[in-house]
């Protein structure tokens, strides 16, 4: 029964709840994410967005509930074994590791998937070497599509916020990631740094075969991107279909629109 | 001629003792840097790894004692991390710092149960007798001393330059919530600064205990490297390093050129000027990021 869950979505959470105190951030959330797609999930501020991709991505467990992974059960682990399953996310406010340069940052993605220990490293010969080699190629890689090669020793913290960006992003995709958690992207980008993002991620969808969950508030970047778009309102999922079928949708309108009248 | 030679000899002298400073000031920064804490306790545990080589050493000689040290260091910090610093995470940094506090008394408290309160001396078999470069001459144990200092500050500066769990530990450090998103253990690698920090506690009891000999008032070494990091900024190790040559040099000038004009204690007050006017002018030090909250 597993495996025929395992053949169709990649990314499975069923019925989560998530409550701080009192507060109930996520009300039985259900997401059904295929393999290869890039899914948006959109709502109001406050809705539960980020809360949910820190559930998925094991920051906070789910009171109730369970999130599969790859056909696996990924409901209790800890963040720092999702990397090495093949998740990596970006982060809403910048996360940038501020004491190191630009190209250390990404290699520090590639802790999960180096195998050498402390003292091999040290003495850095044999296999610990090669390995440092093929990863700082990966590195080399990863800064090239970003187009970041010419700032790999320049301190991150240093670049223009938009580049910064670019560097959180090559920092996930350094955990060679099967699926790849946005959360908000394109905040406080310009229209034409927006525009160059977009096309990153289409490449990495489309060329590399990467799954997106995509958070973000500017709906013509999430129309535009998004094979299915997913509706938070108040932690309860309140639709989910085709960006044509959600903006059409009157419980989206409302949860857009209605909100303001609610206020007084 | 003779008096510039004199100078000379102060300023080598102060610097040799100087590499010192910073590698008691590098134990500091190896917590600071893996968990942004002032580990009052560093001064507890060099006292706690002196007395155990010395305690030692009638027993299996040298080598083995400091072996034997070396894992009793490993087994302290990193019970220190799992007993008393992991459930203080996400604690304030004053509630961390009393914590460390804490683990100095019950360190002190052990190593007087163990070892009794009887100052002991410590003998490294380095001669005595000084070196004679041309006309300015450097004490023998001072440069050995220094050398090994030197040594360890740059092994640590590859460890966090060029390993997997240094890299880490820097991560650590600048983001715990995004390390841990690119698969970085958080505890283990806690526990490898710890126990790095305890092998540095071994490395500064053992030559400033063969120094100023092995008694309780060495856990006051803390002070002598309080000055250091604030000169150099807490976080950064090469900060720490050029700060721990500047307060030597000061120091040894200082008691050489104005010590002999106005009594002797000019030693211990010029390193805490230095300091104050940093604080003053640069309170993130020589090399620290600015953001630094100070306690």
Redesign the interface.
Same mark, same amino acid.
């Given at each position: 029964m597993a495996a025929v869950l395992a053949q169709r979505a990649i990314l499975d959470v069923k019925n989560v709840h998530l409550a701080f105190g009192g507060v109930v951030a996520l009300a039985g959330v259900d997401l059904q994410v295929d393999p290869g797609e890039i899914y948006s999930i959109i709502g109001p501020n406050g809705a539960g967005k980020t809360t949910m991709l820190n559930a998925i991505s094991g920051v906070f467990r789910p009171t109730q509930g369970s999130i599969h992974f790859a056909g696996r059960d990924c409901t209790r682990l800890r963040t720092q074994h999702m990397a090495g399953l093949g998740i990596a996310r970006t982060f809403q406010n910048l996360a940038l590791f501020r004491g190191m340069t630009v190209e250390e940052n990404v290699l520090v993605g590639r802790h999960a998937l180096m195998r050498a220990g402390v003292f091999e490293c040290g003495i850095h010969f044999g296999r610990a070497r090669a390995e440092e080699k093929r990863h700082r190629g990966n590195v080399a890689a990863i800064l090239e599509f970003l187009g970041l090669s010419h700032a790999a020793r320049e301190p991150a913290d240093k670049l223009p916020y938009g580049l910064q960006k670019r560097v959180d992003l090559g920092r996930a995709l350094a955990v060679d990631p099967k699926l790849l958690l946005l959360d908000e992207p394109m905040a406080g980008m310009n229209h034409g740094e927006k525009a160059a993002l977009m096309a990153l991620v289409t490449e990495l969808n489309r060329g590399r075969g990467i799954t997106v969950i995509l958070i973000e508030h500017d709906m013509g970047v999430v129309m535009s991107l998004s094979h299915r778009v997913a509706v938070l309102d108040h932690g309860v999922k309140i639709a989910e279909g085709t960006p044509a079928e959600v903006s059409a949708d009157e419980r989206v309108i409302h949860a857009y629109l209605g909100s303001e009248e609610e206020v007084h | 001629m003779g008096e510039l030679m004199f100078g000379i000899e102060l300023l080598i002298t102060g610097m040799l003792i100087g590499l010192m400073y910073s590698m008691v000031a590098l134990g500091f920064v190896l917590i600071y840097k893996a968990s942004s804490v002032f580990n009052f306790a560093q001064g507890a545990m060099t006292l706690f790894a002196a007395l155990t080589v010395v305690g030692l050493i009638p027993h299996v000689g040298f080598v083995w004692s400091l072996l034997i040290t070396a894992v009793v260091m490993c087994v302290v910090a990193v019970g220190a991390e799992r007993i008393v610093f992991r459930p203080l995470m996400g604690s304030s940094q004053l509630t961390i710092f009393m914590g460390t506090v804490g683990f100095a008394s019950i360190l002190e408290g052990a190593a007087q149960m163990i070892w009794g309160t009887k100052p002991r001396g410590l003998k490294l078999g380095i001669p005595a007798e000084p070196l004679k470069l041309g006309e300015v001459f450097v004490s023998k144990p001072d440069l050995i001393s220094a050398a090994i200092a030197g040594l360890l500050v740059i092994a640590i500066i590859?460890?966090f330059k060029?390993?997997?769990?240094g890299?880490?530990l820097?991560?650590i450090? *600048? *983001?715990p919530?995004?390390?841990?998103?690119?698969?970085?253990?958080?505890h283990r690698v806690w526990a490898?600064a710890w126990a790095l920090a305890g092998m540095v506690a071994i490395a500064s009891g053992v030559l400033w205990g063969s120094r100023i000999g092995v008694h309780f008032a060495m856990s006051l070494i803390a002070l002598k490297a309080l000055p250091v990091l604030i000169i150099g900024g807490i *976080?950064s190790v090469a900060g720490v390093i050029v700060a721990g040559l500047i307060v030597g040099a000061a120091e040894a000038l200082g008691e050489g050129y104005i010590g002999t004009h106005i009594g002797g204690g000019v030693q211990d007050v010029i390193a805490y000027v230095v300091a104050l006017l940093f604080l003053m002018f640069k309170p993130s030090g020589l090399f620290g990021?600015a953001a630094i909250q100070r306690l």
């Open positions: - | 590859l460890f060029r390993t997997k769990i890299l880490g820097r991560a450090a *600048d *983001d919530a995004a390390a841990q998103v690119v698969g970085i253990p958080l490898v *976080d990021q």
